[in-house]
């Protein structure tokens, strides 16, 4: 589907990634830089994620604990890490950051997007716990964590790092019972990119700009 739709827009580039493992991010990296032509990256959308619908605390084990910390928390920690030294630093932050005319932090200036979800909500765990899906649920109480992390130290540099819930789903991993269809919640998300400011950084959203808890 990824490749159809790159063959319909020559805009789209496609490059592989593997973000579990941290020697393809530093080579996906390098193929990015060559295609942005020293004009730098003014946004990181870390949306890579997994979902193990079994995992109960009865079942989960250490194993597939770590699988989805490597891919769901690890992932984007390495992301902007790499991004960081080798793209975001020398010309995400002097290009898009320092040469916009915009003030404060924006997604059109320089910014790392974290998809997560309410499912890494403490609070509201409660509301959502006929699923447990112990792994996916601690994970992405990681992530909102590490954005929240990112966005004290990124934020310095005149970054702009945000955590969005995109809603239930009806993708493979959130199936025909989601709530949401893509176009719904994708449409949600383009409109939500555009009014994030440094007000909004650290903070988990979703797909209408709405603050969630952590």
């Known amino acids: 589907e990824l490749r159809d739709l790159a063959s319909k827009h020559p805009n789209l580039v496609l490059v592989k990634l593997d973000v579990a493992n941290p020697s393809a991010i530093t080579d996906a990296v390098k193929i990015v830089e060559g ?10 959308i870390n949306n890579a994620g997994i979902y193990t619908p079994t995992a109960s605390l009865e079942t989960v084990d250490a ?4 699988r989805t910390y490597k891919t769901n928390a690890v992932g984007p920690m390495l992301m ?3 991004w960081m030294e080798l793209t975001m630093e020398r010309e995400f932050s002097s ?5 916009s ?3 404060g932090l924006s ?9 997560s979800t309410v499912m890494g909500s403490i609070e ?9 899906v112990i792994s996916y649920r601690c994970s992405k109480a990681a992530l909102n964590m590490l954005t929240k992390c990112q ?8 970054i702009l790092c945000v955590a969005l819930h995109p809603g239930w789903v009806k993708t493979d991993m959130g199936s025909q019972e989601a709530d949401l269809t893509v176009d719904t919640s994708v449409r949600g998300l383009l409109s939500v990119l555009p009014i994030l400011s440094e007000k909004h950084s650290g903070t988990l959203l979703n797909w209408e700009g709405k603050a969630i808890p952590w």
Not at 63 to 66: D, F, Q
Not at 124 to 132: A, D, G, M
């Open 95 to 99: 290009k898009a950051a320092r040469e």
């Open 63 to 66: 194993e597939e604990m770590i």
């Open 80 to 82: 902007a890490q790499v």
């Open 124 to 132: 509201k765990t409660p509301e959502s716990f006929f699923k447990p």
């Open 107 to 115: 997604c059109s200036k320089a910014a790392i997007i974290n998809i």
């Open 151 to 158: 966005a004290l130290t990124y934020g310095e540099a005149g």
């Open 101 to 103: 005319t915009e003030k």
């Open 35 to 44: 295609k942005l032509n020293g004009t730098g990256l003014n946004l990181l």
